[in-house]
């Protein structure tokens, strides 16, 4: 459900008239050689589309209204060839709704030592034409990126195609829709929240439904529908003897079914991307919805349980970033630590039930088990029960600070289980934060991070960065570098600079 080719980002190369039409069409046809070669780069998951170059106020003007009416386009990348006066930026730059990115490249790779002339130098001439452009960029406060290398270097590559993933992910929350299923869990904070701000700062909507809408859905799914998925239940997992069907508790893996196709058609039919529930408003449903709620996340939608809606829209975001890379992308949340070495410590992460499967040992098919919830007095719900794989991962969360939004991060790495728990019925990953559990724990909890994440193994700190500043709010990531005290600055500083850059707006 995630296809990141049907966006574009547009090329844009500025320019001015003082070089004659021979230089100009040197620059168009070096221009347009670039945007192709970044078009086929398998770095940037986006088709990158070359517009004509740009050599006055009025075609910029014209290209950044253009850009904000087209829908599939999702984000500029500009470059300044030659020098383009930044003057003729200001009423473009100033209109421009999409995503900036500033490439600071040359076409010429080497300076060519024996024939270099003034020829050359009046067309190789992003060294001066960007700063210029860069000082314009500044002078409005854009909260545009910078990107500085060869365009024909891997690096260079790589930050493109961070960026444009997250532009898709930025366009994909303009408009998103986002169902939830009752309410928040009673009392708890965290993952409250002004979503009428969310929908000014954000762009996406949530929509509350009584859990009764979801019911009525989950009812009428034929025994035909359910029939076909149960097999596809018992091909793609290994299935605890009791719900096969000739199993005591086969009536509960049936249900669970008849739940994901009813919750799947309304998301479907609702045009829904994301959604939450919670465990205390069920009404009419049999059981917590589990394995439905997993295998709705493994194929692309956002989930926050306890009705988080922040966090659904997280995943949400961190799967479409994520789109089309190895490693996957899952709600999480903190759950229990192992002190096992002195002074440090892993976290052992895992929910209620909903857990991805996207992020499981691809080697062993996961678990599909029945086991009590021991909270909210429903039925036992059905759940797939895997180990998360080993490896370098982020953790991220958005919270509502009030005034305006924080999003926290944290490396991690995720460890292999030392030993098997065969009396945990729920899917787990167990990891080493970044630097060390002491600072980063405090980190977290003196930025009040929540206890719900999205962990996952491909989005990164660049992709999360970039996402932050498209979205005009305040990152922290807590990693390697990360002094506590330091951090403890940082969160005070930036209480001033939001506070001063909020201002009356909202
Ligand atoms: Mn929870």
Known sequence: MIDLKQYEIWFVTGSQHLYGSQTLAQVESQAREIATALDRAHEIPVPIVFKPVLTTPEAIQALCLEANNTPKCIGLIAWMHTFSPAKMWIGGLNVLKKPLLHLHTQYNRAIPWATIDMDFMNLNQSAHGDREFGFMTARLRLGHKVVAGHWQDVPTLLLLGAWARTAAAWADWQGMKIARFGDNMRDVAVTEGDKVRAQIAFGYDV??????????????????????????????????????????????????????IGLRRFLEQGNFKAFTDTFEDLHGLQQLPGLAVQRLMRDGYGFGAEGDWKTAALVRAMKVMSAGLFGGASFMEDYTYHFDVENNAAVLGAHMLEICPSIAEPSVKPHLVIAPLSIGGKADPVRLVFNARAGAAIVASIVDLGQRFRMVANGVNVISLPAVMPHLPVARALWRPRPNFPVAAAAWIYAGGAHHTCLSYAVTEEHLRDFANMAGIEFLMIDMETDLEAFREKLRWNEVYYHLKTGMAC
């Open 207 to 260: 929509y509350g439904y009584g859990v009764g809408d979801l019911v009525q859905m989950v009812n009428a799914v034929g025994e035909d529908e359910v029939d076909t998925l149960v097999k596809a239940y018992l091909d793609e997992y290994k299935v605890a003897p009791e719900l096969l069907p000739n199993g005591a508790r086969h009536a509960s893996l049936r249900y669970e079914a008849r739940v994901e």
